[in-house]
């Protein structure tokens, strides 16, 4: 049986979030997520200094690196 994970069910509502809320909630490191967006392999939003991710682009970020291991 193939379990497929439901990222719209697990992450909360919400438009933008911080590096430091998708860490909070334990998604992803704030390391590995300043890394991600330096190499440009998940899509940011800039407002003044500061990097957000919006909830479409994380759960897409998710979803493309999410793999079942047989």
Known sequence: MTMI???NELI???VLFS???IDEMGIIKSDLLKKLIYSRKI???KLASKNFI???AL???L???TYTIL
Do not use: A, H, L
Request: proline share 5%.
């Open 5 to 7: 994970t439901n990222y």
């Open 12 to 14: 909360p509502e919400g």
């Open 19 to 21: 590096i430091k809320q």
């Open 43 to 45: 899509e940011v939003t």
């Open 54 to 56: 919006s909830r479409t």
């Open 59 to 61: 759960i897409s970020y």
């Open 63 to 65: 979803e493309e690196n």
